[in-house]
């Protein structure tokens, strides 16, 4: 039920019966499910089909169809027994899984809290004391467990996580999503520029970290579950680092991932730090992390020279309009943005603040 890159991604959930088919696809199962399918291969509209059916031989799809003509068929074709064919009951319907672009793992404990700050005090005041205990395994064992659980109970089959600084407890999370059956993007976070008092990393420290937490990932050998390099955003990494991780993105050929124009104040601090640079994305492009894989959260004030850069290099953007307004750091014209960027990713849904 899933395929090799993320937009073909097909690791389905059913309304109350999500672990058994996600388990079940990543066991090289055979199965039929009848009913309600709601998909869409496009941004709209939806497509529904009142009482289709999909057939999964051996963890991939072999059929979508619109009604269940075939159904006798396709279960001779595949030697598929009645055991194995299961009819949605009322309410219930079948739907690609939903991929979460942007996600802090570390921050589940604080979802709900701090909407008294806008972001850059937020970070301080409640974002890097609570990132600072995940040096502690049992403590990130806990809190890594229970959020992976809790988005695929919601439906969140696919997602691209910041970690924090720590390699041991990156680790931890991307072997519970592994176990756990999701498929993720884990970040482990570079910070080592203005960082907090016992939250921070020198150069080498964080590219040495990364580069053998890439190596781990790559030596796991499941395409389930791969490394993203996260530096946290261009006023928690200098340029030599962003450098750095920018030759790694190249040499392993893997995905990037940060932040950029949340907040106007953070604007304005990146324009007062990187002087030389044109603006807020020339800083990342400068440190080449502008890819065709590189995820960009926020962009709410993005200008039109950055977009026209963004879409020049194939670099998309996660809208996270939940955090925008929570942290009252703005909102973010999706219209114009996607315009420009068409590789767009999307939406991150819940309501975990970044
Ligand atoms: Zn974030």
Same mark, same amino acid.
């Given at each position: 039920?899933?395929? &090799?890159?993320?937009? #073909?991604?097909? +690791?389905?959930?059913?309304?109350?019966?999500?672990?058994?088919?996600?388990?079940?696809?990543?066991?090289?199962?055979?199965?039929?499910?009848?009913?309600?399918?709601?998909?869409?291969?496009?941004? &709209?509209?939806?497509?529904?089909?009142?009482?289709? +059916?999909?057939?999964?031989?051996?963890?991939?799809?072999?059929?979508?169809?619109?009604?269940?003509?075939?159904?006798? #068929?396709?279960?001779?074709?595949?030697?598929?027994?009645?055991?194995?064919?299961?009819?949605?009951?009322?309410?219930?319907?079948?739907?690609?899984?939903?991929?979460?672009?942007?996600?802090?793992?570390?921050?589940?404990?604080?979802?709900?809290?701090?909407?008294?700050?806008?972001?850059?005090?937020?970070?301080?005041?409640?974002?890097?004391? +609570?990132?600072?205990?995940?040096?502690?395994?049992?403590?990130?064992? *806990?809190?890594?467990?229970?959020?992976?659980? #809790?988005?695929?109970?919601?439906?969140?089959?696919?997602?691209?996580?910041?970690?924090?600084?720590?390699?041991?407890?990156?680790?931890?999370?991307?072997?519970?999503?592994?176990?756990?059956?999701?498929?993720?993007?884990?970040? #482990?976070?570079?910070?080592?520029?203005?960082?907090?008092?016992?939250?921070?990393?020198?150069?080498?420290?964080?590219?040495?970290?990364?580069?053998?937490?890439?190596?781990?990932?790559?030596?796991?050998?499941?395409?389930?579950?791969?490394?993203?390099?996260?530096?946290?955003?261009?006023?928690?990494?200098?340029?030599?680092?962003? *450098?750095?991780?920018?030759?790694?993105?190249?040499?392993?050929?893997?995905?990037?991932?940060?932040?950029?124009?949340?907040?106007?104040?953070?604007?304005?601090?990146?324009?007062?730090?990187?002087?030389?640079?044109?603006?807020?994305?020339?800083?990342?492009?400068?440190?080449?992390?502008?890819? *065709?894989?590189?995820?960009?959260?926020?962009?709410?004030?993005?200008?039109?020279?950055?977009?026209?850069?963004?879409?020049?290099?194939?670099?998309?953007?996660?809208?996270?309009?939940?955090?925008?307004?929570?942290?009252?750091?703005?909102?973010?014209?999706?219209?114009?943005?996607?315009?420009?960027?068409?590789?767009?990713?999307?939406?991150?849904?819940?309501?975990?603040?970044?």
């Amino acid at each position: 039920m899933r395929r &090799s890159t993320v937009c #073909k991604t097909y +690791l389905f959930y059913i309304s109350n019966l999500t672990y058994i088919f996600i388990v079940q696809t990543n066991y090289n199962t055979t199965f039929i499910i009848v009913g309600p399918i709601v998909h869409s291969e496009k941004i &709209s509209p939806l497509t529904i089909i009142e009482n289709g +059916l999909i057939a999964v031989v051996k963890g991939k799809i072999v059929a979508v169809e619109n009604t269940t003509a075939n159904l006798e #068929k396709i279960k001779e074709q595949y030697s598929i027994t009645d055991d194995f064919v299961y009819t949605l009951g009322e309410g219930e319907f079948v739907m690609p899984g939903l991929v979460d672009t942007h996600i802090h793992a570390p921050q589940y404990p604080n979802a709900g809290l701090g909407y008294d700050k806008q972001l850059l005090d937020w970070l301080q005041i409640y974002t890097f004391p +609570l990132e600072k205990k995940y040096s502690d395994l049992d403590f990130a064992t *806990k809190v890594y467990e229970a959020i992976v659980k #809790k988005t695929l109970a919601n439906g969140t089959t696919t997602a691209t996580y910041f970690a924090t600084i720590h390699l041991s407890s990156s680790e931890v999370l991307a072997d519970i999503v592994a176990r756990l059956g999701q498929r993720a993007f884990i970040g #482990k976070v570079n910070m080592n520029y203005d960082t907090p008092e016992g939250y921070g990393e020198t150069t080498e420290e964080s590219y040495q970290n990364t580069e053998d937490f890439i190596k781990l990932l790559k030596s796991q050998d499941n395409d389930l579950v791969m490394p993203i390099i996260t530096p946290r955003f261009a006023l928690s990494c200098d340029m030599e680092l962003m *450098k750095k991780l920018g030759d790694l993105a190249s040499q392993y050929d893997v995905h990037v991932q940060t932040h950029i124009s949340e907040n106007r104040g953070e604007v304005a601090a990146v324009a007062q730090l990187y002087p030389d640079c044109k603006n807020y994305a020339d800083v990342y492009d400068k440190a080449k992390l502008l890819t *065709k894989k590189t995820v960009l959260a926020h962009g709410v004030y993005l200008l039109d020279d950055e977009l026209a850069v963004l879409a020049a290099r194939g670099s998309s953007v996660s809208h996270c309009p939940n955090s925008n307004t929570s942290l009252k750091s703005g909102l973010c014209d999706f219209q114009t943005d996607q315009c420009w960027c068409q590789s767009w990713v999307g939406y991150r849904y819940d309501g975990i603040c970044d």
